[in-house]
T-cell receptor, first 116, second 116 residues
Framework: AQSVTQLGSHVSVSEGALVLLRCNYSSSVPPYLFWYVQYPNQGLQLLLKYTSAATLVKGINGFEAEFKKSETSFHLTKPSAHMSDAAEYFCAVSEGTNFGNEKLTFGTGTRLTIIP | NAGVTQTPKFQVLKTGQSMTLQCAQDMNHEYMSWYRQDPGMGLRLIHYSVGAGITDQGEVPNGYNVSRSTTEDFPLRLLSAAPSQTSVYFC???????????????FGQGTRLTVV
């Protein structure tokens, strides 16, 4: 069964500092991995996704993530935090060996706070 | 460009009442899902559908019914509301690429449900 672990339910960084949100996954087959962002009172928006192509994936708003199979990780980074990055971030995994039998499994989320 | 539309946005129910949460998508996506979001638990899959006429249970299906009579619509029915069903509900749709569903999920804005 697939699962996702996000380390740190709350992360605070200063404006202009590096953002690092951690995600580890468990999957019995090569996974697809995703990062979603949720702004207050809104739905989830896709930041970036890994689908077995390049291991370093670039997304919107300056975020990127690196797939490391040996570490079963897919950490999200941004070199310089902006106030508008304050939101909740979810890591998710999708796997499946049978067509039409795949589900998206989410982590519990990390709330990112930006300190002025 | 509507995407995924959920109605209503807010709802208060009394224990024992029934209601239907509506979800419609205009992207001709095969796959549709319902999730509930609770603090500290991320998003959990309630039910999903891989096409019109086909539905299956997710992680937390008890107390909920779904049907998929058309590609566009995927309503979620609460049969007899309970306080434990107080949550934010998200509908999502996705498409397949090379036979891999859920390569990217598009989310609605959510329905905030309170059961008293």
């Amino acid at each position: 069964a697939q699962s996702v672990t996000q380390l740190g339910s709350h992360v605070s960084v200063s404006e202009g500092a590096l953002v690092l949100l951690r995600c580890n996954y468990s999957s019995s087959v090569p996974p697809y991995l995703f990062w979603y962002v949720q702004y207050p009172n809104q739905g989830l928006q896709l930041l970036l996704k890994y689908t077995s192509a390049a291991t370093l994936v670039k997304g919107i708003n300056g975020f990127e993530a690196e797939f490391k199979k040996s570490e079963t990780s897919f950490h999200l980074t941004k070199p310089s935090a902006h106030m508008s990055d304050a939101a909740e971030y979810f890591c998710a995994v999708s796997e499946g060996t049978n067509f039409g039998n795949e589900k998206l499994t989410f982590g519990t989320g990390t709330r990112l706070t930006i300190i002025p | 460009n509507a995407g995924v539309t959920q109605t209503p946005k807010f709802q208060v129910l009394k224990t024992g009442q029934s209601m239907t949460l509506q979800c419609a998508q205009d992207m001709n996506h095969e796959y549709m899902s319902w999730y509930r979001q609770d603090p500290g638990m991320g998003l959990r899959l309630i039910h999903y559908s891989v096409g019109a006429g086909i539905t299956d249970q997710g992680e937390v299906p008890n107390g909920y019914n779904v049907s998929r009579s058309t590609t566009e619509d995927f309503p979620l029915r609460l049969l007899s509301a309970a306080p434990s069903q107080t949550s934010v509900y998200f509908c999502a749709s996705s498409y397949s690429v090379q036979g891999r569903p859920n390569t990217e999920a598009f989310f609605g804005q959510g329905t905030r449900l309170t059961v008293v």
